[in-house]
């Protein structure tokens, strides 16, 4: 008898909030304390109404665009409604009334044929466009360059299961299909996808794909761009299938070009993913490590050995401590306190979990680990997504919070924790706001691990420059200590100028190459990714 994923419905998100609406979050007795010690004890101004700026795009051009087929609207609420994504900065522009980045006009095609069409009109009248699906994007990635008209690219009307090849393993959606929904209609026919990132309820397949999304259940399943075995892919010149066999040396694989590139080179319209069968037992179980180091070097052990969990998950003091990550938080009656938690889950068959679960359990043990049976973990996964929708009720309290993520070599990773932790505490507390800053580590490999930062602090009357400058000491930091800008969240505009320093001349160069073959007008996402 298979176990199925517990069901999400899919949210559809306020704009400007980052939570879903039909169950909102409240803000706990420990997290209010912590707040009045941080000085946070004035909520924070009410929300401005926005202001949409008029549509730049004339009669003719919007009747090109509905003679394709797809709905074309200029209407406010829709525009207002595909402005930005999730973002704190975004958030903050939100509640300020600030509409300036709104697209002209909302286009919403309904096959990919109209997509096709889309494009080849946008083209030839130079109207930038913007693909939009779940809008879960934190990096600025729904932003683009506004020096000419922009249309927002409403994909979420192409969606579904397109076909299953269940002795393969691969599942074709088209690309705006949410992943609850991918999940359901997968289960229907006793497969998985497995693909769980805390932006679960609203992200999108394609989504996951351009931005190299990376979910919970990464050590177990993979990355999504691991998942994906193929890409449909709509550009100005045409439409290219990529993609032909589960690996090949057929020169280099064009997949690597398109996984990541925000829509910078083209629209993807399908997605080609491995799946699994739904697994027949899910175990998940917490441990108790005794501060961040020792936690992280179990993490590692576990990483570079052959047998692994499907999902490892660690937090540090303060996550542990503030967000009550800890036995007594999810109802245990014994437990030692304060230290770390870890989150360890199992899925498969039987004889699989039992056999990888003796030999976890075992290990971490041997690594200094105390058990904590499975009611922290349970905890941990019934609430996994619902974690990012306290920053609503965080900013009404008058909090600026925000989160970063990197990643780096296992030597390097302690080095790196402490030197953002320094950068961004530095730079908030320089402007009088002392801040907590949290982390903990859900992706590892058997060479690094991503780290993710949880920031909260007393917001400023301008929380924008505020963030602004902790964000910049943060992204400095990580190019000073040698670690990527990003290990999922994305470059977008935000992390474009830190990215372009990464990569470097040469390999800016190709990519602009790239983007002059497949968009020589540069119409595609103008501004996101490369300038």
Same mark, same amino acid.
């Given at each position: 008898?298979?176990?199925?994923?517990?069901?999400?419905?899919?949210?559809?998100?306020?704009?400007?909030?980052?939570?879903?609406?039909?169950?909102?979050?409240?803000?706990?007795?420990?997290?209010?304390?912590?707040?009045?010690?941080?000085?946070?004890?004035?909520?924070?101004?009410?929300?401005?109404?926005?202001?949409?700026?008029?549509?730049?795009?004339?009669?003719?051009?919007?009747?090109?665009?509905?003679?394709?087929?797809?709905?074309?609207?200029?209407?406010?609420?829709?525009?207002?409604?595909?402005?930005?994504?999730?973002?704190?900065?975004?958030?903050?522009?939100?509640?300020?009334?600030?509409?300036?980045?709104?697209?002209?006009?909302?286009?919403?095609?309904?096959?990919?044929?109209?997509?096709?069409?889309?494009?080849?009109?946008?083209?030839?009248?130079?109207?930038?466009?913007?693909?939009?699906?779940?809008?879960?994007?934190?990096?600025?990635?729904?932003?683009?360059?506004?020096?000419?008209?922009?249309?927002?690219?409403?994909?979420?009307?192409?969606?579904?299961?397109?076909?299953?090849?269940?002795?393969?393993?691969?599942?074709?959606?088209?690309?705006?299909?949410?992943?609850?929904?991918?999940?359901?209609?997968?289960?229907?026919?006793?497969?998985?996808?497995?693909?769980?990132?805390?932006?679960?309820?609203?992200?999108?397949?394609?989504?996951?794909?351009?931005?190299?999304? !990376?979910?919970?259940?990464?050590?177990?399943?993979?990355?999504? +761009? @691991?998942?994906?075995? %193929? /890409?449909? $892919? =709509?550009? &100005?010149?045409?439409?290219?299938?990529?993609?032909?066999?589960?690996?090949?040396?057929?020169?280099?694989?064009?997949?690597?070009?398109?996984?990541?590139?925000?829509?910078?080179?083209?629209?993807?319209?399908?997605?080609?993913?491995?799946?699994?069968?739904?697994?027949?037992?899910?175990?998940?179980?917490?441990?108790?490590?005794?501060?961040?180091?020792?936690?992280?070097?179990?993490?590692?052990?576990?990483?570079? !050995?052959?047998?692994?969990?499907?999902?490892?998950?660690?937090? +540090? @003091?303060?996550?542990? %401590? /503030?967000? $009550? =990550?800890? &036995?007594?938080?999810?109802?245990?009656?014994?437990?030692?306190?304060?230290?770390?938690?870890?989150?360890?889950?199992?899925?498969?068959?039987?004889?699989?979990?039992?056999?990888?679960?003796?030999?976890?359990?075992?290990?971490?043990?041997?690594?200094?680990?105390?058990?904590?049976?499975?009611?922290?973990?349970?905890?941990?996964?019934?609430?996994?997504?619902?974690?990012?929708?306290?920053?609503?009720?965080?900013?009404?309290?008058?909090?600026?919070?925000?989160?970063?993520?990197?990643?780096?070599?296992?030597?390097?990773?302690?080095?790196?924790?402490?030197?953002?932790?320094?950068?961004?505490?530095?730079?908030?507390?320089?402007?009088?706001?002392?801040?907590?800053?949290?982390?903990?580590?859900?992706?590892?490999?058997?060479?690094?691990?991503?780290?993710?930062?949880?920031?909260?602090?007393?917001?400023?009357?301008?929380?924008?420059?505020?963030?602004?400058?902790?964000?910049?000491?943060?992204?400095?930091?990580?190019?000073?200590?040698?670690?990527?800008?990003?290990?999922?969240?994305?470059?977008?505009?935000?992390?474009?100028?830190?990215?372009?320093?990464?990569?470097?001349?040469?390999?800016?160069?190709?990519?602009?190459?790239?983007?002059?073959?497949?968009?020589?007008?540069?119409?595609?996402?103008?501004?996101?990714?490369?300038?």
């Amino acid at each position: 008898m298979t176990t199925s994923e517990t069901a999400v419905d899919v949210v559809d998100f306020t704009p400007g909030r980052w939570g879903n609406p039909n169950d909102p979050m409240h803000l706990s007795d420990s997290v209010i304390g912590a707040l009045t010690m941080l000085g946070i004890n004035e909520a924070a101004p009410a929300p401005v109404d926005l202001v949409i700026p008029a549509s730049r795009l004339d009669d003719a051009a919007l009747a090109d665009l509905a003679a394709t087929g797809a709905q074309v609207s200029t209407d406010d609420t829709l525009r207002a409604a595909r402005l930005r994504g999730f973002s704190t900065p975004d958030l903050l522009k939100f509640r300020a009334g600030d509409a300036s980045d709104a697209p002209d006009a909302v286009v919403a095609p309904t096959t990919a044929h109209q997509v096709a069409a889309v494009l080849a009109v946008c083209d030839a009248a130079g109207i930038g466009l913007s693909p939009y699906a779940g809008g879960t994007t934190v990096t600025g990635g729904l932003v683009p360059d506004r020096t000419r008209p922009i249309i927002s690219l409403d994909l979420r009307q192409l969606t579904g299961l397109i076909a299953l090849d269940e002795v393969s393993q691969i599942a074709t959606f088209a690309a705006g299909t949410r992943l609850p929904d991918a999940e359901r209609l997968l289960g229907e026919r006793g497969f998985e996808l497995g693909h769980f990132p805390q932006s679960y309820e609203g992200a999108t397949v394609g989504g996951c794909a351009v931005t190299r999304s !990376a979910g919970q259940s990464s050590i177990g399943y993979g990355r999504f +761009d @691991e998942m994906v075995v %193929g /890409l449909t $892919l =709509a550009t &100005p010149g045409g439409v290219a299938e990529i993609g032909t066999a589960p690996k090949s040396a057929a020169g280099p694989d064009l997949r690597q070009l398109i996984l990541g590139s925000e829509g910078a080179f083209g629209v993807v319209t399908q997605v080609r993913v491995h799946v699994h069968p739904v697994p027949a037992v899910r175990r998940f179980y917490g441990w108790h490590f005794p501060d961040f180091v020792a936690g992280a070097a179990a993490m590692r052990a576990l990483a570079q !050995a052959s047998v692994k969990p499907t999902v490892l998950r660690l937090s +540090d @003091e303060a996550e542990t %401590g /503030l967000n $009550l =990550a800890n &036995p007594s938080a999810a109802g245990s009656a014994s437990g030692p306190v304060g230290g770390c938690l870890m989150v360890v889950g199992f899925e498969g068959d039987q004889a699989d979990v039992e056999c990888r679960d003796a030999y976890v359990t075992a290990r971490l043990t041997e690594l200094g680990g105390t058990p904590l049976g499975t009611e922290p973990g349970e905890h941990w996964r019934e609430g996994r997504f619902r974690g990012p929708y306290l920053r609503d009720p965080l900013l009404d309290a008058g909090a600026l919070v925000e989160t970063l993520e990197t990643v780096t070599f296992w030597s390097n990773i302690d080095k790196l924790k402490a030197d953002v932790t320094a950068a961004v505490t530095g730079a908030l507390g320089e402007q009088g706001t002392p801040a907590v800053v949290m982390c903990h580590i859900s992706h590892v490999y058997p060479t690094g691990a991503s780290l993710y930062f949880t920031v909260i602090s007393n917001a400023l009357a301008d929380p924008l420059e505020q963030w602004g400058k902790a964000k910049a000491a943060a992204n400095a930091a990580i190019r000073a200590a040698g670690a990527s800008i990003t290990h999922h969240h994305a470059v977008g505009t935000d992390h474009r100028g830190t990215y372009l320093e990464e990569i470097g001349d040469v390999q800016v160069t190709a990519l602009r190459a790239v983007k002059n073959a497949l968009d020589p007008n540069g119409i595609l996402n103008p501004g996101i990714l490369l300038p």
